[in-house]
């Protein structure tokens, strides 16, 4: 349950801060006040696509923040380092920054996230029904994904179950035809796979830092004589001048108490001389002149460039590369082999994807009178009396959603044949149509699905009668999750739990939205302006006090009892 927004530079909107309840809750003022900024509001905190051209002119950022409450872990998958309870029977907190310039920052407790991060939280915690998303439901694609909502886990469990079979299928269909063409171009290219085989094998590469080795070898080697020499005349002067001057130094200080400390840095030095005076005659008899190791060092660095030049950029790349090969020459070797196993295998997948599709096609079949069923009886108290929703399934060439069409038949009126939905209604028959399916779909989830539920002017086009159907179906989905709904009809709005009145007002030379909860007098008084157009008509006030009195006598007797 959303218990708290707030709107701070979005759009005309300075800084809106609204509590939020249980139950129904309409959003009402009049035309360009600003209630469809409050839903703008929503879609940004749900993760909605961000356009700084709602940012309020003069300000550096819009934000927005919202307080939700449940009684279920809400997991956010792929959240830092894995995935993350964000809420266990507690709350949490969303917020969005949309700047001017740069890019949109999304948090969740405080914490920064990516927008897909928030769209896979907003998504357990806000259903939203926009003005014109009857639209969508027109599409075959669309419709489809709706029966299976209404068929829930079971088509869920089915449809992931095929997508797996499919996936597995389109992968051995890849290794299939990565094993390469006819009979002749895999007798060449195991020829050429066999000769850098062989050549690479007589390389016997085994250390891929043997060219720096080597490299460091060779440029001992390559002056070797001048090397020693330098060496032993390095011994010759560190054993022979340097020691004694250090030992005839020492010997004129160690006796003379005040420069004891100057005679103990002198023998250290002695010593350290004696240390290096060995370590350079160990390195001098190290070197060699060896004029055969040296070329056969040429030689080998040569033939490692020349396969770096062929087959990598690096020893670790060519190793890599052979061992490529020797997995390619293999997979070649026994090419017929290979193929019949993944034939097997591709059979096997599509087998379990035939059945797959074939066990989702009962699943939908069977949801198919239920879902139809339960949207007609929602027509019926939609002031459809007479009207008929049949949902048709139907064989189709495989998708990635299983292989049917599904269709939404609606007939309208008595005698009429049902039709697909777009050309079976008028406006506002469609609209009552496209309604009864959203609120079916939202009753359909489990006890553990609460989400706070909003409808943008999905009344849109109903009046009279049909809008306190349109009311009373509402208010009975309010009974179980929470109800937001932006609505320009009296009628619907006199069955809230509570009411929030947007309005603009001039402040110096800009236009400000105001958004503020109604107590009793203020509901009458809109109520009364959304009637008649005014709020100081008694004839007004006193049709309005009666549609909220009816109203709840009506919600009251209709509404099952909201679950604690």
Same mark, same amino acid.
């Given at each position: 349950?959303?218990?708290?927004?707030?709107?701070?530079?979005?759009?005309?909107?300075?800084?809106?801060?609204?509590?939020?309840?249980?139950?129904?809750?309409?959003?009402?003022?009049?035309?360009?006040?600003?209630?469809?900024?409050?839903? =703008?509001?929503?879609?940004?905190?749900?993760?909605?696509?961000?356009?700084?051209?709602?940012?309020?002119?003069?300000?550096?950022?819009?934000? /927005?923040?919202?307080?939700?409450?449940?009684?279920?872990?809400?997991? @956010?998958?792929?959240?830092?380092?894995?995935?993350?309870?964000?809420? $266990?029977?507690?709350?949490?907190?969303?917020?969005?920054?949309?700047?001017?310039?740069?890019?949109?920052?999304?948090?969740?407790?405080?914490? &920064?996230?990516?927008?897909? =991060?928030?769209?896979?939280?907003?998504?357990?915690?806000?259903?939203?029904?926009?003005?014109?998303?009857?639209?969508?439901?027109?599409?075959?694609?669309?419709?489809?994904?709706?029966?299976?909502?209404?068929?829930?886990?079971?088509?869920?469990?089915?449809?992931?179950?095929?997508?797996?079979?499919?996936?597995?299928?389109?992968? !051995?269909?890849?290794?299939?035809?990565?094993?390469?063409?006819?009979?002749?171009?895999?007798?060449?290219?195991?020829?050429?796979?066999?000769?850098?085989?062989? +050549?690479?094998?007589?390389?016997?590469?085994?250390?891929?830092?043997?060219?720096?080795?080597?490299?460091?070898?060779?440029?001992?080697?390559?002056?070797?004589?001048?090397?020693?020499?330098?060496?032993?005349?390095?011994?010759?002067?560190?054993? %022979?001048?340097?020691?004694?001057?250090?030992?005839?130094?020492?010997?004129?200080?160690?006796?003379?108490?005040?420069?004891?400390?100057?005679?103990?840095?002198?023998?250290?030095?002695?010593?350290?001389?004696? $240390?290096?005076?060995?370590?350079?005659?160990? !390195?001098?008899?190290? /070197? @060699?002149?060896?004029?055969?190791?040296?070329?056969?060092?040429?030689?080998?660095?040569?033939?490692?460039?020349?396969?770096?030049?062929?087959?990598?950029?690096?020893?670790?790349?060519?190793?890599?590369?052979?061992?490529?090969?020797?997995?390619?020459?293999?997979?070649?070797?026994?090419?017929?082999?290979?193929?019949? =196993?993944?034939?097997?295998?591709?059979?096997?997948?599509?087998?379990?994807?035939?059945? *797959?599709? +074939?066990? &989702?096609?009962?699943?939908?079949?069977?949801?198919?009178?239920?879902?139809?069923?339960?949207?007609?009886?929602?027509?019926?108290? &939609?002031?459809?009396?007479?009207?008929?929703?049949?949902?048709?399934? %139907?064989?189709?060439?495989?998708?990635?959603?299983?292989?049917?069409?599904?269709?939404?038949?609606?007939?309208?009126?008595?005698?009429?044949?049902?039709?697909? !939905?777009?050309?079976?209604?008028?406006?506002?028959?469609?609209?009552?149509?496209?309604?009864?399916?959203?609120?079916?779909?939202?009753?359909?989830?489990?006890?553990?699905?609460?989400?706070?539920?909003?409808?943008?002017?999905?009344?849109?086009?109903?009046?009279?009668?049909?809008?306190?159907?349109? %009311?009373?179906?509402?208010? !009975?989905?309010?009974?179980?999750?929470?109800?937001?709904?932006?609505?320009? &009809?009296?009628?619907?709005?006199?069955?809230?739990?509570?009411?929030?009145? @947007?309005?603009?007002?001039?402040?110096?030379?800009?236009?400000?939205?105001?958004?503020?909860?109604?107590?009793?007098?203020?509901?009458?008084?809109?109520?009364?302006?959304?009637?008649?157009?005014?709020?100081?008509? *008694?004839?007004?006030?006193?049709?309005?006090?009666?549609?909220?009195?009816?109203?709840?006598? @009506?919600?009251?007797?209709?509404?099952?009892?909201?679950?604690?």
């Amino acid at each position: 349950m959303l218990s708290e927004l707030r709107v701070q530079h979005l759009g005309i909107v300075e800084e809106i801060s609204l509590p939020l309840g249980p139950g129904m809750t309409v959003i009402t003022g009049e035309t360009g006040a600003g209630k469809t900024l409050l839903v =703008e509001a929503l879609e940004l905190l749900v993760g909605g696509r961000a356009d700084s051209g709602l940012v309020r002119a003069g300000d550096e950022a819009a934000r /927005v923040e919202g307080r939700f409450e449940a009684t279920a872990v809400v997991r @956010v998958t792929g959240a830092g380092d894995g995935d993350a309870d964000v809420l $266990d029977d507690g709350e949490v907190v969303l917020a969005r920054v949309v700047p001017v310039n740069g890019r949109s920052r999304a948090y969740v407790n405080g914490r &920064l996230a990516t927008a897909g =991060e928030l769209a896979d939280l907003g998504a357990r915690l806000v259903d939203l029904h926009g003005q014109h998303e009857h639209q969508s439901l027109l599409e075959p694609a669309n419709q489809r994904r709706a029966l299976d909502a209404f068929a829930g886990a079971p088509a869920r469990d089915a449809l992931t179950e095929y997508r797996v079979a499919r996936e597995r299928y389109r992968s !051995v269909e890849d290794a299939l035809a990565a094993m390469g063409g006819d009979s002749r171009s895999r007798a060449r290219e195991l020829d050429l796979l066999r000769f850098q085989a062989e +050549e690479l094998e007589r390389a016997a590469l085994s250390d891929p830092g043997e060219d720096a080795a080597l490299e460091a070898e060779e440029e001992l080697l390559a002056d070797a004589a001048a090397h020693h020499d330098a060496l032993d005349a390095a011994v010759a002067a560190v054993q %022979g001048g340097v020691l004694d001057a250090l030992g005839d130094a020492y010997a004129k200080l160690a006796s003379r108490r005040p420069f004891e400390a100057l005679a103990e840095r002198l023998r250290a030095l002695q010593a350290e001389a004696a $240390d290096l005076g060995h370590e350079l005659r160990v !390195v001098s008899e190290s /070197v @060699v002149v060896d004029p055969d190791r040296l070329a056969a060092i040429g030689e080998r660095r040569r033939l490692l460039r020349e396969l770096t030049r062929k087959y990598g950029e690096t020893l670790d790349d060519v190793m890599a590369f052979a061992r490529e090969v020797r997995s390619r020459i293999d997979d070649l070797a026994r090419f017929d082999e290979r193929v019949a =196993e993944l034939e097997a295998r591709r059979e096997q997948a599509n087998l379990d994807a035939t059945m *797959a599709a +074939e066990r &989702l096609s009962a699943v939908r079949r069977a949801a198919a009178p239920k879902f139809a069923a339960a949207v007609t009886s929602r027509l019926q108290e &939609l002031a459809m009396p007479a009207a008929r929703l049949e949902v048709e399934v %139907g064989p189709a060439a495989p998708t990635e959603d299983g292989a049917d069409d599904v269709v939404l038949l609606l007939a309208a009126n008595p005698g009429e044949p049902a039709r697909p !939905v777009a050309r079976a209604a008028s406006g506002g028959e469609l609209a009552r149509a496209m309604l009864a399916i959203r609120v079916v779909l939202a009753g359909a989830r489990s006890p553990g699905d609460e989400m706070t539920l909003v409808f943008d002017e999905v009344d849109a086009g109903i009046g009279g009668e049909a809008g306190v159907a349109v %009311g009373r179906a509402l208010s !009975v989905l309010a009974a179980e999750q929470q109800v937001l709904c932006v609505t320009h &009809l009296a009628q619907v709005a006199a069955f809230a739990d509570a009411q929030v009145l @947007v309005a603009k007002r001039s402040a110096g030379r800009r236009t400000v939205a105001t958004a503020q909860v109604l107590d009793a007098p203020g509901r009458v008084a809109e109520l009364s302006r959304m009637l008649a157009g005014a709020s100081d008509s *008694a004839h007004a006030r006193g049709h309005a006090e009666e549609l909220i009195v009816e109203a709840r006598r @009506v919600r009251e007797a209709s509404r099952p009892g909201r679950r604690g």
